[in-house]
């Protein structure tokens, strides 16, 4: 995949702008960064606090594949992101299902796709990530939020983060196209920072839950009692001590 890449000062979201471009038939390849972003968007309708010194942008995929494999790409985004930064500057990053990037018990950055299809099959994908990199930390964040500044103790070189993460991303991307899901899920299992039990939040109220794996649709498999379910898009709340 080549990528093809636009810098913008502000928007309100990297998403939005690269949705319509999408629409209007933009190669797969696109990517639009920001130095910032006045009404960043996170997972389940959140806000995504986007100063200048992070490196907020998105990515446009075209992957021949269902809906029902969508979630494929947002695991493999996020582990890419992890060998990224764990070769590039030695982080000791997690991931945690379905695709947020953690260090140290904080949390580094999070991923958000938004899609778009017809008959079943994936139109467009647009790969949205937020890592926290230079910039200030929201004050007010639900679980602790780190950057790689604050990890490192010192600034680093966007230009060397969107390199690194972007070559890793194509790099993995044209393997799942080539070879299928199975190497994403192997570097998953060990990144991933789930404990073996976990709170599931579903519309109807919260279920303890053993967690069993990754299905090879990107789904994450757990026990509830006697079940065994595959959750997709829904939220995973880490159990208490
Ligand atoms: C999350 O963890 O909730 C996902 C955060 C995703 C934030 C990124 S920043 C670039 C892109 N544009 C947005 O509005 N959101 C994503």
Excluded at 94 to 99: A, D, E, F, L, R
Excluded at 102 to 107: I, S
Excluded at 200 to 213: F, K, M, N, P, Y
Aim: charged fraction near 25%; proline fraction near 7%.
């Amino acid at each position: 995949m080549r990528t093809q890449i636009q810098i913008c000062d502000a928007l309100p979201s990297t998403n939005d702008r690269l949705k319509d471009l999408a629409q209007w038939g933009a190669p797969e390849g696109t990517v639009i960064i920001a130095k910032e972003q006045t009404s960043g968007k996170g997972r389940l309708g959140r806000r995504w606090d986007s100063p200048r010194g992070g490196a907020w942008f998105s990515l446009l995929l075209r992957p021949p594949i269902s809906v029902e494999q969508a979630g494929c790409i947002a695991i493999l985004i996020a582990v890419s992101l992890a060998r990224a930064l764990r070769e590039g500057w030695g982080m000791p990053v997690g991931v945690k299902w379905p695709n947020d990037l953690y260090v140290r018990g904080k949390k580094l950055g999070g991923v958000l796709i938004e899609l778009s299809s017809r008959l079943d099959k994936i139109e467009w994908l647009v790969v949205g990530i937020g890592v926290n990199v230079n910039n200030a930390l929201p004050t007010e964040a639900r679980v602790p939020p780190t950057s790689l500044a604050c990890e490192l103790g010192r600034p680093v070189p966007l230009e060397e983060f969107f390199e690194r993460a972007l070559a890793a991303i194509a790099h993995d991307y044209e393997r799942f196209l080539s070879e299928g899901f199975e190497f994403v899920r192997q570097r998953w299992q060990g990144l991933s920072v789930l404990p073996p039990r976990v709170l599931v939040r579903t519309g109807s109220g919260e279920i303890a839950a053993e967690v069993l794996g990754l299905s090879q649709s990107g789904k994450l498999v757990v026990r509830t009692g006697e079940s065994v379910r595959e959750l997709a898009a829904e939220e995973v709340t880490l159990c208490p001590p």
